[in-house]
Structures are given as C-alpha cells and as structure tokens.
T-cell receptor
Framework: TQLLEQSPQFLSIQEGENLTVYCNSS?????LQWYRQEPGEGPVLLVT?????EVKKLKRLTFQFGDARKDSSLHITAAQPGDTGLYLC??????????????FGKGTKLSVIP | KAGVTQTPRYLIKTRGQQVTLSCSPI?????VSWYQQTPGQGLQFLFE???????NKGNFPGRFSGRQFSNSRSEMNVSTLELGDSALYLC???????????FGSGTQLSVL
C-alpha cells in the first residue's frame, strides 16, 4: 500500500508570511499532483509534476518534485487570505489497463489570517 | 463546459438503509472515480469506472458498489449503512483515468 504523509497537518499564519508544506512517501510515483480544496467544494488541481527534481511556479506558489520522485513540497510566498484551504498532494502510480491510480495525502489545512 | 455534477448534495439516512449517489462527468470524459473523504482518513479511493467497466477498486467492503452507464454517468450504492459511512463522497472525472482529475462538489452523507 502506497502512503503519502503530509506535514504539517494544520498551519495558521499571518498574511504576508511564507510557508512550506511537505509531502513524503517511501514509494516512487509516476507523477505527483497538488490540489486545493475549499469548504463545501471538491478539490481543484493546482499543478502536476512529473520529472524528478522538477520545479514549477504558479504565481506565488512553487512546487518541487524530489529527485527520487518520492516526495514533494509546496512553498507559498507572501500568503494571502485567499490561499486559505486544504492542500492535498496525490501520487499517481500505473495500475494497468492504461490507468493511473491516485493516492492522496490527508492534507494540510492552511489558514491565512488578515 | 459544464463541470462534474453530483446529486444530491446532502443526504441523511439511518443505519441499515441503503443509498444511491449520482455523478455526471464532464462531457467527453470516460473515466469516473469515486472517493470517500473523512476528517480522520482523508480521501480514500473507492473505485474507478471506464467505459462502463470497473477498472480499479479500493479496499472497501462489498457494501460499496458502483456502475457506469453508456453516457459515462455513474452511480454508487452503499447498502446496509453504518455510522462510519458518514462522509463526503466525491466523484471525479478525467479523460482516460489518473491524470488531471476534475472533482464534483460531493455528496455529504450523514448516517444516524
């Protein structure tokens, strides 16, 4: 069974601060995805990282995939209240028949205080 | 382009009853996956359907079942409900499965 550990579980910061969320596993994944979920809604995909060592930037968000493709991090610069939500990482592994199955971490609940 | 639609949004049932949840994927998407989300366990994979066939299955008891119709719409059924089945049930669609997932808003099921 592939497991993804996310840390921290909860994070409460002031507007303008920086933060990093971690996603770790002992398994190798074909790709790793990051989602954000707001209360009462389903998760929304932010980014997919595929290559070991890959870094992707999405405005103030920076995503990195570990060299061994087992871990990832999400860094937010100058957090804003609109960044509040549950951040989920998900590792994709080939499950046969042309399909990839996603394993989700339990998430990091971020609160950005104005 | 319409998103993933799940109905109903909220359900209250009692132990022992059964429930059916519905999911309409994005037009053109052939893969539909179902997840159970609880505060303690996070998102757990239930099953995936592709072209009316169950392609992958998670570690849930047989009380949880699903199906997919020729128009890619999917339903999941939970029989003999237990208190522990209270959760947010999320449906996600994708073109082929496992790549970019588009989630619905979920069905919040409460079992009393």
């Amino acid at each position: 069974t592939q497991l993804l550990e996310q840390s921290p579980q909860f994070l409460s910061i002031q507007e303008g601060e920086n933060l990093t969320v971690y996603c770790n596993s002992s398994s190798v994944f074909s790709s790793l995805q990051w989602y954000r979920q707001e209360p009462g809604e389903g998760p929304v995909l932010l980014v997919t990282v595929v290559t070991g060592g890959e870094v992707k930037k999405l405005k103030r968000l920076t995503f990195q995939f570990g060299d061994a493709r087992k871990d990832s991090s999400l860094h937010i610069t100058a957090a804003q209240p609109g960044d509040t939500g549950l951040y989920l990482c998900a590792g994709a592994a080939y499950s046969g028949a042309g399909s990839y199955q996603l394993t989700f971490g339990k998430g990091t609940k971020l609160s950005v205080i104005p | 382009k319409a998103g993933v639609t799940q109905t109903p949004r909220y359900l209250i049932k009692t132990r022992g009853q059964q429930v059916t949840l519905s999911c309409s994927p994005i037009s053109g998407h052939r893969s539909v996956s179902w997840y159970q989300q609880t505060p303690g366990q996070g998102l757990q994979f239930l099953f995936e359907y592709f072209s009316e066939t169950q392609r992958n299955k998670g570690n849930f008891p047989g009380r949880f079942s699903g199906r997919q119709f020729s128009n890619s719409r999917s339903e999941m059924n939970v029989s003999t409900l237990e208190l522990g089945d209270s959760a947010l049930y999320l449906c996600a669609s994708s073109l082929r499965g496992g790549e970019k997932l588009f989630f619905g808003s979920g069905t919040q099921l409460s079992v009393l």
